[in-house]
């Protein structure tokens, strides 16, 4: 792919322009302390200060998910009021590399989260979560960064098509958070929805980084890992595969701008 | 290049055909069966009513449109099979407000599109910084589009157009915006784009601008292609048809003016205001010595407009307006 590098990093550099542009963007770092707060409120008064690790890491997944989708939203609606979608369209550098320098971007400022919501347990409750694999911890989460980008690069794709699709991403964010057990591990979901979890890369993620974070050994870790990756890989493949059947669904209707 | 060693035209259009589809009605047919060709470093005039399917070529050769029929090539690629490598070629400016990121300066919006073109860090650096020197918006370099005249949109869209270094550049309605000044450096910058061995095509509803740039122009109208035509052909039709208006004319002058020799005909545009069309080169003088000498002042002239011209180009045959 000729020329696609420059234009993944300057999407990345763009988007992070765009936060100090519009700080709005950054909602989601503020609302997730809030959220560890209640959370840790919770698990503390009912004695479960083993619970501690969940408390800190659901607010802070759900808030990069949570990032992700809706600014891949917002990043493909405003491009395409102010004509920029059409105009990407006409450049060599396809909207799939564009899209993830974008959205790249958002996932690495959405990590802030963790930083968060471990000091609001730390500062707030005095209750420090230990590491107790960093390594593990390290390369999940950068797997997991990475499926956050290729989830947000499908949820793009699926947001060129339509001007309507942008009132249900807010409510998309919901089954994600679920299916990704960002609050809840998926094995105690119901078993069809467990199943149907397993497909998404961020229930591997989840556990793996809660399973990090515990003292046990992390049992089958590479196998796991492994899909977390390939189910990441999977993700942004069929992001990139549907970005480009949409544009070319667009480019047959000959809707790329409002006009 | 082609396999003779010859260079194949710049864009080569031919039988294109666009339909929209249309909710409850049949579809709409934006361009009917168009040929074109623009050899390279021609700058090639289409000139065109609103709605007449110039935005619909342009974006059908700059990739972002399907035809639904016909082919359309730049420099022998043909735009839909080959859209990635034509993409590299094209460099596109479309008109107005749109398609720049507001809230950027127009140093960051050009680095981010020379970014997309492939080009590294410092190279986009470079381009940038040349570019806005060379549509005048160097000392502007590092504020917020947003907070630009139209005008100076217009000249960052010509500097985007151009970042890619591209062979074949698009430019659909480029002047729009821009004071007449800026509309006249810009014809130089057109100029200079031919030296450089670039081939343009230009989109425009101004005559004159037609007539000063372009080696050839097309006239296009529903879609159709109604000639196309050496832009002398053009300058002759806007001399001799040249028209006066003028207001607190009484009925008995406005009569008088009728009688002139070459003036086709006297329109009533209001109590007293008449518009004097005229079909003979040199003909405009006599109805104003005639005006001035009655002792009506308020006088002008203007050039026929472009449905006019389409009048005179194609006879009153088919210039009904389209659905
Ligand atoms: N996406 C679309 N859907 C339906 N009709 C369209 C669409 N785009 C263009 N058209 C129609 O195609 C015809 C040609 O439009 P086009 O924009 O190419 O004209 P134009 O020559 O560029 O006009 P202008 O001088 O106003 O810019 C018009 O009738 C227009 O309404
Ligand atoms: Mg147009």
Redesign the pocket.
Known sequence: MRGSSPAFWAAARFQLGEFRRDPGTLLMLVTAPFFAVILLSVTEHGGRADLAPYAILAPAVMASIGMAVMEAGETIFRDRTAGVLEAVLTTPAPLATVLLGRIAAITAVSLAGIAECWLVGAVGFGVVVHVAHPLVFALTLAATAAGIAATGVLMAAVFVVGRNVRSFQNSLTFPLYLLGGAMVPVALLPSGVEALSRVFFLSWATDLLRDSLAPEPVAAFWPRLAAVLGLAAATFAAGSWLSHRLVRRVRR???VGF? | MSITGIEAPAVEVRGLVRD???KGGPP?R??DDFDLAVAPGEVHGLL????????????ILSTVLLPTAGTARVQGLDVVADAKRVRPLLGIVF?GERGLYARMTAAQNLRFWAALYGHGRREGRRRAAELLERVGLGPRADEAVETFSRGMKQRLHLARGLVGDPRVLLL??PTVGMDPVSAHEFRDLVEDLRAEGRAVLL?T?DMAEAEALCDRVSF?DG?RLLRCEDPRVLGELLSRHERVRASGVPEALAARLAALPGVERVRATGPGAVLVETDRGGAALPVLRTLVEAGVTDVSTAPPSLEEVYLHLIGDRGMAVRP
């Open positions: 209707n000959g809707t006009a | 929209f589809a249309v709409r934006a361009l065109g009513p609103n709605g007449a399917g110039k935005t619909t070529l342009c974006k008109g659909d309605e989109t509803h296009i879609g």
